[in-house]
T-cell receptor, first 114, second 115 residues
Framework: AQSVSQHNHHVILSEAASLELGCNYS??????LFWYVQYPGQHLQLLLK??????LVKGIKGFEAEFIKSKFSFNLRKPSVQWSDTAEYFC????????????FGAGTILRVKS | EAGVVQSPRYKIIEKKQPVAFWCNPI?????LYWYRQNLGQGPELLIR????????DSQLPKDRFSAERLKGVDSTLKIQPAELGDSAVYLC?????????????FGSGTRLTVV
């Protein structure tokens, strides 16, 4: 069955530290990849997405993610986090092979200490 | 743009009682999704509509859950009777037809607590 794995459930960083959140998926074939963010008390928002082309995609608020097809990975990065980045981050994948159903990882809670 | 609107935001009910959630998608978004998010997990798809047709309800527990989208716009999700394990956040999302690849827009969700 298709699945999405996020390696860390909780991450705590100090401001200005670099961030990398891991995401791996088990699908074969053509996939579309997403990172969503959920700030405290708010709804899920799209952070960035990959469909094709340059495997390094840039999103809002200085986030970027790199698609490595050979590793089935789509890791999220930010060079220097801010206190306002405290949120839960979800990796999600859909695949035409599976009817474009968006499947989410379990999420990673990021807490940035000021 | 109003975004995807869901109500209520919170609901507390006793087990065995019925409950209903309502969703109004973004205008023009023909595709509507209901997801359930359990504590500590990512959202899981319950049902997907294309206009008023449920095109994927394979994950919907049909013994107690039902959904409808009669005019292809608003949708309701119902649980009858509710069980303790149904406590979760129920999310509605919508997308333009044929553009699910581009990501969905989510509502704020309804947090259900069954006691």
């Amino acid at each position: 069955a298709q699945s999405v794995s996020q390696h860390n459930h909780h991450v705590i960083l100090s401001e200005a530290a670099s961030l990398e959140l891991g995401c791996n998926y088990s699908y074969g074939g053509t996939v579309n990849l997403f990172w969503y963010v959920q700030y405290p008390g708010q709804h899920l928002q799209l952070l960035l997405k990959y469909f094709s082309g340059d495997p390094l995609v840039k999103g809002i608020k200085g986030f970027e993610a790199e698609f490595i097809k050979s590793k089935f990975s789509f890791n999220l990065r930010k060079p220097s986090v801010q206190w306002s980045d405290t949120a839960e981050y979800f990796c999600a994948v859909n695949a035409r092979k599976y009817g474009n159903k968006l499947v989410f990882g379990a999420g990673t809670i990021l807490r940035v200490k000021s | 743009e109003a975004g995807v609107v869901q109500s209520p935001r919170y609901k507390i009910i006793e087990k065995k009682q019925p409950v209903a959630f309502w969703c109004n998608p973004i205008s023009g978004h023909n595709t509507l999704y209901w997801y359930r998010q359990n504590l500590g997990q990512g959202p899981e798809l319950l049902i997907r509509y294309e206009n008023e047709e449920a095109v994927d309800d394979s994950q919907l527990p049909k013994d107690r859950f039902s959904a409808e989208r009669l005019k292809g716009v608003d949708s309701t999700l119902k649980i009858q009777p509710a069980e303790l394990g149904d406590s979760a956040v129920y999310l509605c999302a919508s997308s333009l037809p044929g553009s699910a690849n581009y990501g969905y827009t989510f509502g704020s969700g309804t947090r259900l607590t069954v006691v």
